[in-house]
Every structure is written in structure tokens, then in C-alpha cells.
């Protein structure tokens, strides 16, 4: 993984939700191109901090074992344009797990409006033929991402959750 797109957990109720925020300012690289003048979060940015998010919820339900990749992405709707300087925040619900993966219902918000919707297919890799191709390293939850999860087995698993009238 390259960059975290996720700065921290509010909430996380292990096997069911998590709900992570961003915070997006005018120092990070892609917005000097995207777009000069009018500093838009592109929707691929969007979209992996979803997966994140929810990838981190789906991994969390087996220890991290699994090698959890996002797989498909039925559906993306962005309600508008999230722009620098914005908090995103990170709605992810599980809908169903299985062995082979977990569908996991997303929304993203800016100050309590819902700015996009998306849907996402997490597939477990083949134990057996992960491990041939890539090896015992968990490639997934690796590097700073491991920080991340360090993080969030501390302080936001135990919080108790926030209500939230979403």
C-alpha cells in the first residue's frame, strides 16, 4: 500500500461497522493537478478510503489472517464534489460474510450529509495459492497499515460507540 487514506477510527464495532475520518488540506500532492484553481478529492481517493475502511473492518473478523482485496465495486454514487480543507467521514457496514468475501455497504459524509454511497466486494485470496504466489507475508495488512490497526485495537475498539442519527 502507498499512502493511508484514512487518519483515524471513531468508532468500531468489531464484525459489523467502523466509521473512520479524513482530514483533506491544500499540502497533499494530487491536489496541485486535480484540479488547479477548484482543489476537488478525486472520487478514486474517495473510493479507497472506503475500501479501507471496510477492508480493515472485513480483515479484523479473522485477525488479519485472510489477504482481504477489494474485488468488485457495484456501486459508486457521488451526491457532489468533496473539496480540500473538507472532513470526510467513512461509513462502513457489513452486510454479508462469507468464506470467499464480504459485502460491505459504505457512505461518505462531510459535516452530516451523506456525499456518496458505495457498495464494495472484499474476496478472501486462496489461502493455498496466495501464499504460492505471494508468500506467508501478509502484503494487505502490512507496513503503516499495521500501525493503523495498532491504533485501532487500542483506543477506538474500546470506545464506547457514538450514536448517530444516519
Known sequence: MRWIWIDRFEEFQSGKFARAVKYTSMAEDHFAEHFPGYPVVPAALILEGMAQTGGILVGEVNQFREKVVLAKVPKAVFHREMIAGETLTYEA??????????????????????????????????????????GDQNFVFGGEMKNLVAKLTGAAKTATPATSET
Open 93 to 134: 457496514t457489513i452486510v454479508h460474510m462469507r468464506p470467499e468475501g464480504a459485502s460491505v455497504e459504505g457512505r461518505v459524509l462531510v459535516e452530516g450529509q451523506v456525499t456518496a454511497e458505495i457498495e464494495i466486494f472484499f474476496a478472501h485470496l486462496d489461502q493455498n495459492r496466495s501464499k504460492a504466489i505471494f
